[in-house]
């Protein structure tokens, strides 16, 4: 079993959709998460780092849920842009080791 | 300035060569990392750099060897590499690592070096 795991994907979904994507990770020492977007022959970039609180920006909200180790994050009304694939990134303590799910492919038809 | 450059953008070399990768960034950041990723896999941690020192090698092969000159430049020399080594080559920095939590191990990636071993 991977030491985090995401919905295979892909998703495709219309534009204005609400879409979302759910990470679970095994280690119980993971101590930070974010979730990345990766466009295609580019790097990843942070989109969010993830909380037990939740937090949202914008159109994007994410969830932590530490007792069932479970990793969330909701799109609200899709654009074409949010077309990408996304990463669920898990760090232990000690801050060091890093493990990235293995992606979700998004795409946002007009 | 929330950059990380990297050079070359592409490189092709054969398995006898030996060549360099160069990372820099100038946020001040303190941990450094290095990642292979291969065509549709999420990005695999190499190395990671805290303080100019090695903390992490993930039993990465010694035909990578990786360098921190100090904490803005980060290299990773490679040597007698083989063709599935081909991939793309991230690097990565943070602010601070080692018992924190939250946004200071928020990664921001450079763009990547594009690697062709023939």
């Known amino acids: ?110 | 300035d929330t950059e990380v450059t990297q050079t070359p953008k592409h490189l092709v070399m054969g398995m006898t060569n030996k060549k360099s990768l160069k990372c820099e960034q100038h946020m001040g950041h303190r941990a450094m990392y290095w990642y292979k990723q291969k065509a549709k896999k999420p990005p695999e941690l190499m190395f990671v750099y805290s303080y100019e020192k090695l903390s992490i090698n993930e039993s990465v092969p010694s035909r990578f060897s990786p360098e921190c000159p100090n904490s803005s430049l980060l290299n990773l020399h490679l040597h007698a590499l083989q063709p599935e080594d081909s991939a793309l080559y991230l690097c990565a920095s943070s602010q601070d690592l080692g018992g924190t939590s939250g946004s200071f191990n928020e990664q921001f990636f450079g763009p990547g070096t594009r690697l062709t071993v023939l």
């Not at chain 1, 993971?30 to 993830?50: A, I």
């Not at chain 1, 609180?53 to 074409?80: C, H, M, V, W």
Request: hydrophobic share 35%.
């Open chain 1, 1 to 110: 079993r991977k030491e985090v795991e995401q919905d295979p994907g892909p998703f495709n979904v219309p534009e204005g959709a609400t879409v979302a994507f759910n990470c679970t990770y095994s280690n119980s020492a993971s101590q930070s998460f974010f979730w990345y977007r990766q466009d295609c022959r580019k790097e990843p970039k942070l989109l969010m780092s993830v909380y037990s609180s939740g937090n949202e920006d914008g159109r994007f909200t994410a969830q932590l849920n530490r007792a069932s180790q479970y990793i969330s994050l909701l799109i609200r009304d899709s654009k074409l842009s949010d077309s990408a694939t996304y990463l669920c990134v898990v760090t232990h303590t000690g801050g060091f080791k890093t493990i990235f799910g293995a992606g979700t492919r998004l795409f946002v038809k007009a």
